[in-house]
Structure formats: C-alpha cells, structure tokens
C-alpha cells in the first residue's frame, strides 16, 4: 500500500502539472472497480464514454487491492464510480485519496439503494449487504442513477445516454419478470440457497429463497471447521438436494460441506457454479448482467425443480 500511495503523490504531482488530455474522439473517461459497473457504465454511455474496469471476470472484489496501473487510470479518469457499501474495502484508502484530490467519485449503490431497502449486515453493526445487484429491481435503481450520473457528466451525449438507459430499464423489468416465472418451477421447500459466501441475500429476500453461506458477506474472513459442520448438518437434516459453488471464490469450502455431509448419511451434490461477485468472460452471455443473472436462475431450476417442472 505505501508503494501505490507513494505512486499516487508522484501521479498527483504529474497531473497537477499537467492534466491528462481527454480522449481523442472527447469521449468521456470513467473508471469502475466491479464488472457489474463496468458491464452497465459501457450499456449505458455507449460511444460517449471510455470505460476502464479494474476488475476482470472471476475477481472477488472483497481482496482485490489496487495494482499501479489502477491508481494511474483513477488518476487520469475524469470520473470515478465504485459499489461501496464496503464491497471494495480494500480499495478504500486510495478512493479517498482520489476524491480528495478532486476526481469525482460516486459509491453508486449507496447513492441508488435506500438504506430502507438495503439489508444489514448480520456481522457488524450500522453497515449493510454490499451485494445489491442480485435483485434485479434493486440493480434497477442502481442503472438509473448511473445514467443520470453519466448524462450530467456528458451533458453533450446526454439525450442518446438517456435514450439506452431508458431501454435499458425495459430489459431490466423483463428479466425480473423471468427470474419469478423460473422461480416459480421450484416448490417453495425446495427454495434453499446453500452458496461459498452469503452473497445472495438480497436475492434470497427478493425472490423468496433461503439463503446460507458458508462464509459470511465478505470472502476476507474463512469459514472455520465449525463452520463447516454447522452448514453440513443443516443441508444433511433438511436433505437439501444441492449447494453450489461461485466463479468468483474457492471451491474447496462448498466440497468440504460436501464431504461432511456424505458422512452424515446423505448425499448432496454441486448444483453448479453460479456468478456471485464478478460477472463472466467478456464476449460470453455471462460476460453481461442480463446474462449473468439469467445463467444463475437458470442453474437453480436445473438443479433444484422436479425434472417436470
């Protein structure tokens, strides 16, 4: 961390000096940490906006940490935009460092998501569930302000951002109206959620599930043999038929749940990998929102509803 903020002064230096020349075609620049962002911000700005993601697909945002190159790229950004909620905690440090030295920035999801409808966080007191996207009604908000913010931005492209995020917000309503029709395949008893990281709590509470981690909100903090035990014999008393691993996290915890199970008598099997903190490979379905979200659904009704349902 001293070496990036120590980049981060010498970038200082430089940019006081001399600011960064806008792109060749006057498109604005904006960086975004979360592939979520990154994903909507280029939806959504189009040819207006020059994005620059930090983080790839299969990133977990809760470790990743600032490389030279990002600080450089939030150095020159003409705007900045994040999650927050503490989803990028360890980012934290040079966001500030960024906004203090006069780099609009916007923890997006706190701006877009009332604190009425966010979820508290079972760990620590006065914060809240980061993971906001999984209902789709909630990334709704989120999508709105991201193209009010871009449009106030870039007043002169303003009228065609307004124009994609309006049709995006028709494409957002439509998917919500399929992950309850999927939803629906799956009986009531049948809805539980078990993951690697209680990442999906907002979908839990928006479309009905049970949801169980075997690690908590943040990956930063390891699931213990305890923990382990706990969730095995939950999933072996409930005879909870699949968990499922994420493309983002390790999937040595949801395989030791599974071994701890089968020696309690019962035979649980990996559903599949669902798309929990970072969407997938650029140019796939996945590499999307709209993709990413319907892959999940998808996952859950292969794995959780009767075969004729």
């Not at 001293?2 to 620049?29: I, K, M």
Request: with cysteine; charged share 15%; glycine share 10%.
């Amino acid at each position: 961390m001293l070496r990036l903020l120590l980049l981060f002064v010498a970038a200082h230096a430089l940019w006081a000096c001399t600011a960064p020349s806008p792109p060749e075609d006057g498109s604005l620049r904006v960086v975004t940490t979360t592939t979520m962002l990154t994903d909507l911000a280029q939806t959504l700005g189009g040819p207006a906006v020059e994005v620059d993601g930090l983080m790839g697909a299969g990133v977990d945002p809760h470790l990743y940490r600032a490389s030279e190159g990002d600080v450089l790229a939030m150095a020159e950004a003409d705007l900045i935009i994040y999650n927050g909620l503490y989803l990028e905690g360890r980012l934290g440090n040079v966001l500030e460092q960024m906004e203090g030295r006069g780099t609009p920035t916007i923890a997006l999801a706190e701006v877009a998501v009332p604190e009425a409808q966010r979820l508290a966080s079972p760990t620590y007191a006065g914060s809240y569930d980061p993971h906001v996207w999984f209902d789709v009604r909630l990334w709704r908000l989120v999508a709105e302000q991201m193209g009010e913010t871009l449009a106030n931005a870039a007043p002169d492209s303003a009228t065609q951002i307004q124009a994609r995020t309006t049709a995006y917000l028709t494409a957002l309503d439509t998917l919500d109206a399929y992950v309850r029709e999927q939803t629906a395949r799956i009986p009531e008893p049948q809805r539980v959620l078990i993951t690697s990281h209680d990442a999906f709590g907002y979908f839990g509470a928006g479309y009905g599930f049970e949801v169980r981690g075997l690690q908590g909100l943040s990956t930063s903090t390891e699931a213990g043999t305890a923990d382990v035990q706990n969730l095995a014999a939950f999933v072996a008393e409930q005879q909870i038929p699949a968990m499922f691993v994420e493309s983002s996290v390790s999937s040595r915890g949801i395989e030791a749940v599974q071994a701890a199970v089968q020696a309690k008598g019962f035979d649980v099997q990996v559903g599949g990998s669902l798309f929990s903190d970072a969407l997938g490979s650029p140019g796939t379905p996945e590499g999307t929102y709209i993709g990413t979200i319907r892959h999940n659904i998808d996952t859950l009704v292969a794995a959780l509803a009767p075969a004729d349902a």
